[in-house]
């Protein structure tokens, strides 16, 4: 893996192909990948729950709908966003129809009392994983995004699949496909790290070295 890689892995939506399959040994070597990413004191809670059966997909399937919807309705995005939006859209009609979904999971819940630590910790211990499986699928040809408008219905979701709900959060789905042919070019919108980077100082602050 090398900088290409880091620069063009992006949230594939479009070109994922929906009617190639993908193989469970593609997934089980991307998810070897994905589980040496880092975690707090070393307690690697990642939990996987691969879902192939047209069904299940189709009930899943559902659910994000719902969940997408309810995320549109209560924003105004701007004219930058519409295009995302559009992507996000299109993903959501046809998630049902994406060869695998791949439901990433933590051990124990989310921290209730009010403590910033606690809380990214929590998170900070499982999406290094999820950014690990993104770019060994694309060293292979395939692609996802991570998601998470299907959480709306996180319970009816774990019900579902016999994931326990007390016991274990999830808190993510990635869609993975082969991808059709497209543009590998670096990923598009990214301000240059010079104008979001302070030294010494929060960006643009007096006394932040540029």
Same mark, same amino acid.
């Given at each position: 893996?090398?900088?290409?890689?880091?620069?063009?892995?992006?949230?594939?939506?479009?070109?994922?192909?929906?009617?190639?399959?993908?193989?469970?040994?593609?997934?089980?070597?991307?998810?070897?990948?994905?589980?040496?990413?880092?975690?707090?004191?070393?307690?690697?809670?990642?939990?996987?729950?691969?879902?192939?059966?047209?069904?299940?997909?189709?009930?899943?399937?559902?659910?994000?709908r719902k969940g997408?919807?309810?995320?549109?309705?209560?924003?105004?995005?701007?004219?930058?966003?519409?295009?995302?939006?559009?992507?996000?859209?299109?993903?959501?009609?046809?998630?049902?129809?994406?060869?695998?979904?791949?439901?990433?999971?933590?051990?124990?819940?989310?921290?209730?009392?009010?403590?910033?630590?606690? #809380?990214?910790?929590?998170?900070?211990?499982?999406?290094?994983?999820?950014?690990?499986?993104?770019?060994?699928?694309?060293?292979?040809?395939?692609?996802?995004?991570?998601?998470?408008?299907?959480?709306?219905?996180e319970r009816e979701?774990?019900?579902?699949?016999?994931?326990?709900?007390?016991?274990?959060?999830?808190?993510?789905?990635?869609?993975?496909?082969?991808? #059709?042919?497209?543009?590998?070019?670096?990923?598009?919108?990214?301000?240059?790290?010079?104008?979001?980077t302070g030294f010494?100082?929060?960006?643009?602050?007096?006394?932040?070295?540029?």
């Amino acid at each position: 893996m090398g900088i290409d890689l880091l620069t063009s892995t992006r949230a594939f939506r479009r070109r994922l192909d929906l009617t190639r399959p993908v193989s469970r040994q593609d997934l089980l070597e991307c998810l070897d990948i994905a589980v040496h990413a880092p975690s707090g004191t070393n307690r690697q809670p990642w939990r996987f729950v691969v879902v192939q059966d047209p069904e299940l997909k189709a009930r899943i399937g559902e659910y994000y709908r719902k969940g997408f919807a309810a995320y549109l309705s209560a924003r105004t995005p701007r004219p930058d966003q519409l295009a995302d939006l559009s992507s996000g859209q299109y993903l959501a009609d046809h998630m049902h129809e994406v060869p695998a979904l791949v439901l990433v999971c933590s051990l124990g819940r989310p921290p209730t009392e009010p403590s910033a630590l606690r #809380l990214a910790s929590f998170y900070g211990s499982i999406y290094p994983a999820v950014w690990n499986f993104l770019l060994a699928l694309r060293d292979r040809g395939l692609g996802s995004t991570m998601t998470t408008a299907h959480l709306v219905y996180e319970r009816e979701i774990a019900e579902l699949l016999g994931i326990p709900f007390e016991e274990v959060t999830q808190v993510a789905l990635l869609p993975v496909a082969h991808l #059709l042919p497209g543009s590998d070019a670096p990923a598009r919108k990214r301000t240059p790290a010079a104008e979001v980077t302070g030294f010494d100082g929060w960006p643009g602050a007096a006394g932040a070295a540029p």
